[in-house]
C-alpha cells in the first residue's frame, strides 16, 4: 500500500497523559500536513511541514502540541497533557508541490487517528 | 473565520439523478479548489479539483464548476449512485503552500 499511512488508528487516554502519532506519507512526497476534525466540521489545519522545515503552525497548535519531521520523511505529532477538548480525529496528509507549473497539487490523506481522552 | 461555506449541511437524491453540491468561498487569494469525500471512521478520499484559471473540470461522474466572480463552485454528480452515498467537502488553497482551508461538508444520500 503506497498510501498515506497513520499510527494508531484509535487511542484511548486519560486527562493529563501524553500522546504521540505517527504518520507515513507518500514516499516522493515533500509536503506533509496535520489537520484535526470534529464532529460536524471540516478538517481544520494545524501544522506544515516542507521537507524536513515546519513551516507554519495554526494558532490551534498549543504549547502542548508538536510535530517533527526528521529527515523530511515521517512525521509525528505528540499532545502532552491532554484534555478532554482534544478529543479529535487527527488527519495527515502529504502532497508533491513547489515545482514550476504545479505549484500546488491534491493532497492525500491517511486514515487518521481517533483520540478520545476521559 | 470560516472561509469557505457549504451551506447545505445535507442532500439525498434518488440513484441515477444528478447530484449538486455547492460550495462559497470569500478569500479571493485561493487559487486551488477540490472536493474530497469521506466515509464515517475514514480520512478524506480526493475527488477531483479545479484550479482558478479554469471554470470546468470533468472527471468521468464528477464535474467541478467555478465561478470566480461570484466565488463559488460546485460538484456535479452524475448519475449517482448508492456508493456516492457519503460526506463531501469542498477544500480551497491558495499561495505556494497547499494548506487547505475546507468547508463544513454535505452529507449526501443516495436512495434507491
Known amino acids: 500500500d503506497t498510501g498515506v499511512s497513520q499510527n494508531p488508528r484509535h487511542k484511548i487516554t486519560k486527562r493529563g497523559q501524553n500522546v504521540t502519532f505517527r504518520c507515513d506519507p507518500i514516499?516522493?512526497?515533500?509536503?506533509l500536513y496535520w489537520y484535526r476534525q470534529t464532529l460536524g466540521q471540516g478538517p481544520e489545519f494545524l501544522t506544515y511541514?516542507?521537507?524536513?522545515?515546519?513551516?507554519?503552525k495554526s494558532r490551534l497548535l498549543s504549547d502542548r502540541f508538536s510535530a517533527e519531521r526528521p529527515k523530511g520523511s515521517f512525521s509525528t505529532l505528540e499532545i502532552q497533557r491532554t484534555e478532554q477538548g482534544d478529543s479529535a480525529m487527527y488527519l495527515c496528509?502529504?502532497?508533491?508541490?513547489?515545482?514550476?507549473?504545479?505549484?500546488?497539487?491534491?493532497?492525500?490523506f491517511g486514515q487518521g487517528t481517533r483520540l478520545t481522552v476521559v | 473565520d470560516q472561509q469557505v461555506k457549504q451551506n447545505s449541511p445535507s442532500l439525498s437524491v434518488q440513484e441515477g439523478r444528478i447530484s449538486i453540491l455547492n460550495c462559497d468561498y470569500t478569500n479571493s487569494m485561493f487559487d486551488y479548489f477540490l472536493w474530497y469525500k469521506k466515509y464515517p471512521a475514514e480520512g478524506p478520499t480526493f475527488l477531483i479539483s479545479?484550479?482558478?484559471?479554469?471554470d470546468k473540470n470533468e472527471d468521468g461522474r464528477f464535474t467541478v464548476f467555478l465561478n470566480k466572480s461570484a466565488k463559488h463552485l460546485s460538484l456535479h454528480i452524475v448519475p449517482s449512485q448508492p456508493g456516492d452515498s457519503a460526506v463531501y467537502f469542498c477544500?480551497?488553497?491558495?499561495?505556494?503552500?497547499?494548506?487547505?482551508?475546507f468547508g463544513a461538508g454535505t452529507q449526501v444520500v443516495v436512495t434507491p
Open positions: 479545479i484550479s482558478s484559471i479554469k
Open positions: 477544500a480551497a488553497s491558495g499561495g505556494s503552500w497547499g494548506k487547505l482551508q
Open positions: 511541514f516542507q521537507n524536513e522545515a515546519q513551516l507554519e
Open positions: 496528509a502529504s502532497s508533491l508541490g513547489g515545482f514550476r507549473g504545479r505549484e500546488n497539487t491534491e493532497a492525500f
Open positions: 514516499s516522493e512526497h515533500n509536503r
